[in-house]
């Protein structure tokens, strides 16, 4: 499973590095030199986008949840703490201003 997905992810790094431009010249030169079909050529193109779109997908969610590991086991607040821990002084700052305000 780790290997398949390191090709995926490579795969898809690649043919969003390269860009669908140059995808489609891959395909057209297949066309070309008669190896596939003009139908077969437009599937695998939009085969190919769509393979890398997942890929870079996949790649960029495990980024993502690899990066809140990392945040998480060094003890960095995370933007939803700080809103939390924003919300909370701004209750109890109102709270002490009716406090202050019965006295």
Not at 25 to 43: A, F, P, T
Not at 51 to 80: M, N, P, Q, Y
């Amino acid at each position: 499973m780790a290997e398949f997905f390191r090709k995926s992810v490579l795969a898809g790094i690649g043919l969003f590095t390269q860009g669908s431009k140059e995808m489609k010249k891959l395909v057209d030169d297949l066309i070309k030199r008669g190896e596939i079909s003009s139908r077969e050529g437009e599937k695998l193109f939009k085969d190919l986008l769509k393979r890398g779109e997942e890929a870079r997908k996949e790649f960029s969610e495990k980024l993502h949840k690899g990066a809140e590991d990392v945040l998480g086991s060094a003890d960095i607040a995370t933007k939803e703490d700080i809103e939390k821990l924003t919300k909370r002084v701004a209750s109890l700052e109102k709270k002490l201003r009716g406090a202050a305000k019965t006295k």
